[in-house]
């Protein structure tokens, strides 16, 4: 069975170096923000080109602080978009904000600038596009309509480790860039973890405040804040991978490469890499028709898929309170029923992938 994600491959790889980076914390004896949570905000913080980083406890703290950070909160509105995973609706909804759902772009996925303005009124506060799948969102647009309506922008850059558009890396164009390091993420840790990026020295103490309590010194707290902290832990694996993430993030491109060409002469629509984007291929999305079928005769054949995401925001029950929204995300509601993700791990051999090339050949018919 060819599986979708294999994590213990990557550690087998580089086992030696992440069990003497864990050794190090482990024997110097301090396990939340130490030396290895600067060391890594600074590394990554060059790796993006951003000024400053803010290693907090995962993802959706990242969205989560970086909103309250940037003033935003209760009676508030977010502008984002509903084809993408629950936690950055979590988070808009922990801030106090309520989301505005825009469409998607029918063929990156991204957020669709043209339709935002439609969406913003006296209560919006920020707009928070999601780089998915790994390719970031069209940022310029997006960014010249913030400017003009004195709005912030988030970043969600859970999936674009090293993404970049017209040559900036995800993370460094709008106020905050918001990274999970969960274990499958391009650049994964052992568990929970996640890091804010930002040029703006004002947001960037604030988030060091709200990720501990609000403190400016120990035990003087200066604002009301959260516990998310970057444990030492998770920052030693991170700071010993990412001299290796480039690589990875080639060999994923190699990856989709093959599989774009292997299969453009079936019906299946393959992810577009857009003009003056470069995608780091965290997944390879494909839109096919009779999805349930196309799973069963790949699984069938040996390869297992898993679909990123099935359900859109406003269609699910915990957010009941969007469905209103349907009218505004007929893309969305499209593609929905026809994504499909295809294994696109860098540890993939050329013999597995050529295996998934032809289940998915035989899967379509040909």
Same mark, same amino acid.
């Given at each position: 069975?060819?599986?979708?994600?294999?994590?213990?491959?990557?550690?087998?790889?580089?086992?030696?170096?992440?069990?003497?980076?864990?050794?190090?914390?482990?024997?110097?004896?301090?396990?939340?923000?130490?030396?290895?949570?600067?060391?890594?905000?600074?590394?990554?913080?060059?790796?993006?080109?951003?000024?400053?980083?803010?290693?907090?406890?995962?993802?959706?703290?990242?969205?989560?602080? @970086?909103?309250?950070?940037?003033?935003?909160?209760?009676?508030?509105?977010?502008?984002?978009?509903? !084809?993408?995973?629950?936690?950055?609706?979590?988070?808009?909804?922990? @801030?106090?904000?309520?989301?505005?759902?825009?469409?998607?772009?029918?063929?990156?996925?991204?957020?669709?600038?043209?339709?935002?303005?439609?969406?913003?009124?006296?209560?919006?506060?920020?707009?928070?596009?999601?780089?998915?799948?790994?390719?970031?969102?069209?940022?310029?647009?997006?960014?010249?309509?913030?400017?003009?309506?004195?709005?912030?922008?988030?970043?969600?850059?859970?999936?674009?480790?090293?993404?970049?558009?017209?040559?900036?890396?995800?993370?460094?164009?709008?106020?905050?860039?918001?990274?999970?390091?969960?274990?499958?993420?391009?650049?994964?840790?052992?568990?929970?973890?996640?890091?804010?990026?930002?040029?703006?020295?004002?947001?960037?103490?604030?988030?060091?405040?709200?990720? !501990?309590? /609000?403190?400016?010194?120990?035990?003087?707290?200066?604002?009301?804040?959260?516990?998310?902290?970057?444990?030492?832990?998770?920052?030693?694996?991170?700071?010993?991978?990412?001299?290796?993430?480039?690589?990875?993030?080639?060999?994923?491109?190699?990856?989709?490469?093959?599989?774009?060409? /292997?299969?453009?002469?079936?019906?299946?629509?393959?992810?577009?890499?857009?003009?003056?984007?470069?995608? !780091?291929?965290?997944?390879?999305?494909?839109?096919? @028709?009779?999805?349930?079928?196309?799973?069963?005769?790949?699984?069938?054949?040996?390869?297992?898929?898993?679909?990123?995401?099935?359900?859109?925001?406003?269609?699910?029950?915990?957010?009941?309170?969007?469905?209103?929204?349907?009218?505004?995300?007929?893309?969305?509601?499209?593609?929905?029923?026809?994504?499909?993700?295809?294994?696109?791990?860098?540890?993939?051999?050329?013999?597995?992938?050529?295996?998934?090339?032809?289940?998915?050949?035989?899967?379509?018919?040909?």
């Amino acid at each position: 069975m060819i599986p979708f994600g294999d994590l213990a491959r990557q550690y087998r790889g580089m086992q030696s170096e992440i069990d003497g980076a864990v050794a190090q914390v482990l024997a110097r004896g301090w396990y939340v923000l130490g030396e290895k949570v600067e060391q890594f905000e600074t590394a990554f913080a060059q790796y993006c080109g951003a000024k400053y980083a803010v290693g907090v406890g995962s993802g959706v703290d990242a969205l989560h602080l @970086s909103l309250v950070a940037c003033g935003v909160g209760p009676g508030d509105e977010v502008i984002t978009v509903s !084809n993408t995973c629950v936690p950055t609706l979590s988070a808009v909804s922990s @801030s106090g904000a309520s989301p505005a759902l825009v469409d998607a772009d029918p063929v990156t996925y991204t957020m669709d600038p043209g339709k935002i303005e439609d969406r913003i009124t006296d209560r919006t506060r920020a707009i928070l596009p999601v780089h998915l799948y790994g390719q970031c969102a069209d940022m310029d647009p997006i960014l010249e309509i913030a400017r003009r309506r004195g709005l912030r922008v988030v970043e969600d850059c859970a999936q674009a480790h090293g993404a970049t558009y017209r040559g900036r890396k995800a993370g460094t164009m709008g106020d905050t860039g918001c990274f999970s390091f969960y274990p499958s993420k391009n650049l994964g840790a052992v568990g929970d973890g996640g890091l804010v990026t930002t040029n703006d020295a004002g947001l960037a103490e604030r988030l060091k405040q709200l990720r !501990n309590y /609000g403190q400016e010194r120990r035990y003087y707290h200066k604002v009301k804040g959260f516990n998310s902290r970057l444990d030492e832990l998770q920052a030693a694996v991170l700071l010993a991978k990412l001299s290796h993430l480039d690589g990875w993030n080639a060999r994923r491109r190699e990856i989709a490469a093959a599989y774009t060409k /292997g299969l453009s002469d079936t019906d299946v629509v393959c992810p577009v890499e857009a003009s003056g984007r470069w995608h !780091n291929y965290h997944l390879y999305v494909v839109r096919v @028709s009779g999805r349930d079928r196309f799973q069963e005769r790949l699984l069938a054949s040996g390869v297992q898929t898993v679909i990123h995401y099935p359900v859109p925001i406003h269609r699910q029950e915990a957010y009941a309170e969007t469905q209103g929204q349907a009218r505004y995300l007929e893309q969305t509601d499209l593609m929905a029923p026809q994504i499909v993700s295809l294994p696109s791990f860098p540890e993939l051999t050329d013999e597995e992938v050529g295996t998934v090339i032809a289940a998915v050949r035989k899967a379509m018919g040909r």
